[in-house]
């Protein structure tokens, strides 16, 4: 299985925090949003968050991708890097 770690401006992608910086809407009808969380970053490789698969991937993205549409995230550069294992 591939595993893989996000670099977001040269700084390794560890997890999502709990502070919730907007709103995404789900799509009901009563929509009331799904929280979106902050993005921690490290310039520490050693504390990268090992995604392990292509689902796994799939869903730290999304993550991320949520915080830059609904959330205030910016950046300029993000890479996927398959980690050799």
Request: hydrophobic share 40%; aromatic share 12%.
């Given at each position: 299985?591939?595993?893989?770690?996000?670099?977001?401006?040269?700084?390794?992608?560890?997890?999502?925090?709990?502070?919730?910086?907007?709103?995404?809407?789900?799509?009901?009808?009563?929509d009331?949003?799904?929280?979106?969380?902050?993005?921690?970053?490290?310039?520490?490789?050693?504390?990268?968050?090992?995604?392990?698969?292509?689902?796994?991937?799939?869903?730290?993205?999304?993550?991320?991708?949520?915080?830059?549409?609904?959330?205030?995230?910016?950046?300029?550069?993000?890479?996927?890097?398959?980690?050799e294992?």
């Amino acid at each position: 299985m591939n595993a893989y770690h996000i670099k977001i401006d040269g700084m390794f992608f560890v997890d999502t925090s709990d502070k919730e910086i907007g709103q995404a809407s789900v799509g009901g009808w009563y929509d009331e949003g799904a929280e979106v969380k902050d993005v921690i970053l490290s310039p520490d490789k050693d504390k990268a968050k090992l995604i392990e698969g292509a689902i796994n991937l799939k869903s730290y993205w999304n993550r991320i991708y949520d915080a830059i549409r609904y959330g205030d995230f910016k950046f300029n550069k993000i890479e996927i890097v398959r980690v050799e294992g």
